[in-house]
């Protein structure tokens, strides 16, 4: 099956600094890639939609200068967290949409990447 | 709008238990319902899926049933094994390519 993969899968940063994570989907070309937050409870959370070749959209509550994404080729997307903080601490997850015939599609996810601020 | 609910975890069951694993879902129109399952420290991977009412979706043993008429996809499985521990999420497909996902069920299975 297709595959994303995500990179890196753990990073640790100091307070105050920048990170990004990358998104690519190896077999297929991806217009259209998301990102979630996933918190403690397991529960997982949309945070944007990334559109190569425009500006991503973001969800309410999100904040788009703090989650800097980028959509610069087909395959790849990346989610810079800037000026981290503690709170931004999470497991974040990338996922790449394969289009099949008409409508019809399936999403594909990364491993995850889990970011601790220290 | 849109929303996913699946029932809180954890759910704990003995080898080779029955397992139920409840999700209803609010949408307009008539979204495409999947189960994704999350393995530790993985990203999620697809389940199975069902494109419209009455279809019934399986794999590895799960099977999920579209219910229109109780805007329900709960997910089962006759025979729980101890590699089905997992986190299972439930989730609707909207506006083409946009998805909702529930909460996730986190499920432990022990020997």
């Known amino acids: 099956g297709a595959v994303v993969s995500q990179h890196p899968s753990r990073v640790i940063c100091k307070s105050g600094t920048s990170v990004k994570i990358e998104c690519r989907s190896l077999d297929f070309q991806a217009t259209t890639m998301f990102w979630y937050r996933q918190f403690p409870k397991q529960s997982l959370m949309l945070m944007a939609t990334?559109?190569?070749?425009?500006?991503?959209?973001?969800e309410q509550g999100v904040e788009k200068d703090k989650f800097l994404i980028n959509h610069a080729s087909l395959t790849l997307s990346t989610l810079t967290v800037t000026s981290a903080h503690p709170e931004d601490s999470s497991f974040y997850i990338c996922s790449a949409f394969l289009r099949l015939t008409g409508d019809t599609g399936e999403l594909f996810f990364g491993e995850g990447s889990r970011l601790t601020v220290l | 709008g849109n929303s996913v609910t699946q029932m809180e975890g954890p759910v704990t069951l003995s080898e080779e238990a029955f397992l139920t694993i409840n999700c209803t879902y609010t949408?307009?129109?008539?979204?495409?319902l999947f189960w994704y399952v999350q393995y530790p420290g993985e990203g999620l991977q697809l389940l199975l899926k069902a494109t419209k009412a009455d279809d019934k979706g399986s794999n590895k043993g799960f099977e999920a049933t579209y219910r229109k008429e109780t805007t329900s996809f709960h997910l089962e499985k006759g025979s729980v094994q101890v590699s089905d521990s997992a986190v299972y999420f439930c989730a609707l497909r909207y506006n083409f390519n946009k998805f909702y996902f529930g909460s996730g069920t986190k499920l432990n299975v022990k020997p």
């Open positions: 990334s559109n190569e070749g425009s500006k991503a959209t973001y």
């Open positions: 949408a307009t129109g008539y979204p495409s």
